[in-house]
């Protein structure tokens, strides 16, 4: 018994023609005009129809399998894989993994043709509403996006991934995975790429605290505050311009860079079992960033990278400072830690003095003065008092080399053994 056949639209129009031409109202010629089709196919569908009547006009390979399709087991083999291994892959990823890992050969529109019924793929993404286009720019280092981007990077609780990347070349430069979004973290990139790149001509920035002052609504919201955070006072010390944008979408590239690798980098942390600080910064900076394949050539070669400051300590300005005045104990106090300054050469005290307290990434704290420099101190414990950490200049050991208790010292200790002790300021 034969099986019935369903005939379309176009394929009882072309039966109408075939049936016109058999019965001798228009020739091969005005056949083939109003199919469009070549005389050689008129005469070959015309013969079809004679020996198979009206499903003639039915194109031979309807129902049949390509030669080059894949085979059901082969289907079914790839939806276990996926379900059991790739299930957070999207499908040009999955496609590249599958290559990579399993030695499997497929295209991403038949894994979406497969995938994309079963609920794979991901949320099938909006298009963003109409936005005027700014051009990218042109060298490597004119601009840089610094961002925060939360996310279940990995194991079990969220993190937020410090990420910086230039504008030019669509590229991350550097990333720091920590709790959250800080200006300690982001001074640590910053650094980072300064030392490895050098120094951009600008950064395009969100309006986060940790980059600038923003007033929120209230009385107060046409008041202006013009002094500068650490951010914005270390990068105006190394001419570092700053645009802050008042929207997500103004800074689209960044943004959309953050999104690929909430994608892509998840899938291959997770499936590297990476589950610590350690490893992913580890994993980000030394393999993910170096094969990241989907930057741009600059449309100029030339670099807008400057070279840092010779003779600087750039730690020095990428660093949160302070302004303390010292105390009678010559202590001075940074958010609930007391500073125990020491004498230099110079000086035997620095009551009543103006300072500069610079506190580094690492947490360290350095002291200045303006006419004698570095001043070497030392961690005091909030409860006694009691010398804690050495932080001084050039050199002095730790505090179990040197300890010394608030008031302890006399006016009469020789001055040659504190020389041996604290290095000798130059003159």
């Known amino acids: 018994?034969?099986?019935?056949?369903?005939?379309?639209?176009?394929?009882?129009?072309?039966?109408?023609?075939i049936k016109a031409l058999l019965d001798?109202?228009?020739?091969?010629?005005?056949?083939?005009?109003?199919?469009?089709?070549?005389?050689?196919?008129?005469?070959?569908?015309?013969?079809?129809?004679?020996?198979?009547?009206?499903?003639?006009?039915?194109?031979?390979?309807?129902?049949?399998?390509?030669?080059?399709?894949f085979s059901t087991v082969f289907k079914e083999q790839i939806i276990t894989l996926v379900k059991d291994r790739y299930y957070?892959?999207?499908?040009?990823?999955?496609?590249?993994?599958?290559?990579?890992?399993?030695?499997?050969?497929?295209?991403?529109?038949?894994?979406?043709?497969?995938?994309?019924?079963l609920g794979y793929g991901g949320k099938i993404r909006k298009k963003p509403p109409h936005r005027k286009r700014r051009k990218r720019s042109e060298k490597e280092g004119q601009m840089l996006f610094l961002d925060g981007s939360p996310h279940h990077w990995f194991g079990e609780t969220p993190s937020t991934l410090i990420l910086c990347t230039d504008d030019a070349t669509g590229k991350p430069l550097y990333g720091l995975f920590q709790k959250e979004e800080d200006l300690n973290g982001c001074f640590k990139v910053s650094l980072e790429v300064f030392k490895k790149y050098g120094l951009p001509t600008l950064f395009y920035l969100d309006r986060a605290s940790q980059f600038t002052t923003t007033r929120h609504k209230g009385t107060h919201?046409?008041?202006?505050?013009?002094?500068?955070?650490?951010?914005?006072?270390?990068?105006?010390e190394l001419g570092v311009r700053l645009i802050f944008a008042n929207s997500p979408q103004a800074r689209g590239r960044g943004e959309r860079?953050?999104?690929?690798?909430?994608?892509?980098?998840?899938?291959?942390?997770?499936?590297?079992?990476?589950?610590?600080?350690?490893?992913?910064?580890?994993?980000l900076n030394e393999i993910f960033i170096p094969k990241y394949g989907f930057g741009k050539m600059p449309k100029d070669s030339t670099s807008a990278w400057r070279l840092l400051p010779k003779k600087v300590d750039i730690q020095n300005i990428v660093c949160k400072r302070f302004n303390r005045t010292v105390k009678n104990d010559n202590t001075i106090s940074v958010k609930n830690q007391v500073i125990q300054l020491l004498p230099t050469h110079q000086r035997l005290h620095f009551v009543k003095a103006k300072v500069t307290v610079n506190q580094w990434?690492?947490?360290?704290?350095?002291?200045?003065?303006?006419?004698?420099?570095?001043?070497?101190?030392?961690?005091?414990?909030?409860?006694?008092?009691?010398?804690?950490?050495?932080?001084?200049?050039?050199?002095?050991?730790?505090a179990e080399t040197y300890t010394i208790s608030a008031g302890e010292r006399s006016e009469s200790e020789p001055v040659e053994l504190l020389n041996e002790l604290i290095p000798t300021a130059p003159d």
């Open 1 to 17: 018994m034969k099986r019935e056949e369903i005939i379309t639209l176009k394929e009882m129009t072309r039966h109408g023609v």
């Open 257 to 283: 860079i953050n999104g690929t690798l909430q994608d892509r980098l998840v899938s291959e942390m997770r499936l590297k079992g990476i589950s610590d600080y350690k490893k992913a910064n580890e994993y």
């Open 361 to 398: 990434v690492d947490g360290s704290y350095h002291v200045f003065h303006d006419k004698f420099g570095k001043i070497p101190c030392c961690l005091c414990s909030t409860e006694n008092q009691k010398m804690s950490e050495v932080r001084s200049a050039s050199g002095v050991r730790p």
């Open 221 to 236: 919201i046409t008041q202006s505050d013009k002094k500068l955070t650490n951010f914005e006072r270390a990068m105006q």
């Open 88 to 117: 957070d892959f999207n499908f040009s990823h999955l496609s590249e993994i599958l290559k990579e890992e399993e030695g499997i050969s497929i295209n991403r529109e038949t894994l979406r043709l497969w995938l994309r019924p």
């Open 24 to 69: 001798g109202n228009m020739n091969n010629k005005e056949a083939a005009k109003s199919l469009k089709l070549s005389i050689r196919q008129v005469i070959r569908i015309k013969k079809k129809v004679l020996e198979n009547g009206p499903t003639g006009v039915i194109h031979g390979n309807r129902g049949k399998s390509p030669p080059h399709a």
